[in-house]
């Protein structure tokens, strides 16, 4: 596609229920990233995929959260057991390799702003 | 751990006025320094800055990094309602943008 595109743009969920969000990357970006942005804050680092292996997910908050890429594309982030603390908006974000990244060229969606109740 | 401090956090100004944002950081293996502006949902690419007192311009903005200090400024002149946004620095750790809070600018016509 034309840019990274992230579904839902909008999830509203009841605290205790499970989410998926979905993130279909610019097409033949190997890197992908999940970011998460609070209200007032930068987007904070959860996960990076080289191809279809997460590299890092040393920002995973705990095992609540688990992300996958299996065929190398597009990537869902799952998220069980939902509490209020999970509402944010979820960015995806792509780059041709790890090193394009050292240009800047790291693309991102428009998010997915999750809202559990 | 990586930190990324930008201040201020938020600033108000004038059209026609000129800004200066700020951002510090302390990182390990640091290879750029970037800034993006994010006015609904997805930061849009500003500038890369890898090499200390090199200045990058963009029309009305400028930035420049200084390596000795950890520390980048953006500058944007003659300001427009249009630039009214959150203006994110990150710091580019081998593969991974470590961000700060962001200045949330308001330009008032």
């Known amino acids: 596609g034309a840019g990274v595109s992230q579904t839902p743009s909008n999830k509203v969920t009841e605290k205790g229920k499970y989410v998926e969000l979905r993130c279909d990357p610019i097409?033949?970006?190997?890197?992908l990233y999940w970011y998460r942005q609070s209200l007032g804050q930068g987007p904070e680092f959860l996960i990076y995929?080289?191809?279809?292996?997460?590299?890092?997910d040393s920002g995973l908050p705990n095992d609540r959260f688990f992300a996958v890429r299996p065929e190398g594309s597009v990537s869902t982030l799952k998220i069980q057991r939902t509490e209020r603390g999970d509402s944010a908006v979820y960015l995806c974000?792509?780059?041709?390799?790890?090193?394009?990244?050292?240009?800047?060229?790291?693309?991102f969606g428009e998010g997915s702003r999750l809202t559990v109740l | 751990e990586d930190k990324v401090v930008q201040s201020p956090l938020s600033l108000v100004v004038h059209e026609g006025d000129t800004v200066t944002l700020n951002c510090s950081y302390e990182?390990?293996?640091?290879?750029?320094l970037l800034w993006y502006k994010q006015e609904k949902k997805a930061p849009t690419f500003l500038f890369m800055l890898?090499?200390?007192?090199i200045e990058k311009k963009s029309g009305r903005l400028s930035s420049i990094l200084d390596k000795k200090e950890l520390s980048s400024i953006l500058n944007i002149t003659a300001t427009q309602t249009g630039d009214s946004a959150i203006y994110l620095c990150?710091?580019?750790?081998?593969?991974?943008?470590?961000f700060g809070a962001g200045t949330t600018v308001t330009v008032r016509a």
């Open positions: 990150a710091v580019v750790n081998d593969y991974k943008l470590s």
């Open positions: 995929f080289q191809g279809t292996g997460a590299a890092d």
């Open positions: 097409s033949g970006h190997t890197a």
């Open positions: 974000a792509s780059s041709l390799l790890a090193g394009g990244l050292y240009t800047g060229e790291l693309f």
């Open positions: 990182v390990t293996n640091f290879r750029s």
């Open positions: 890898t090499s200390s007192g």
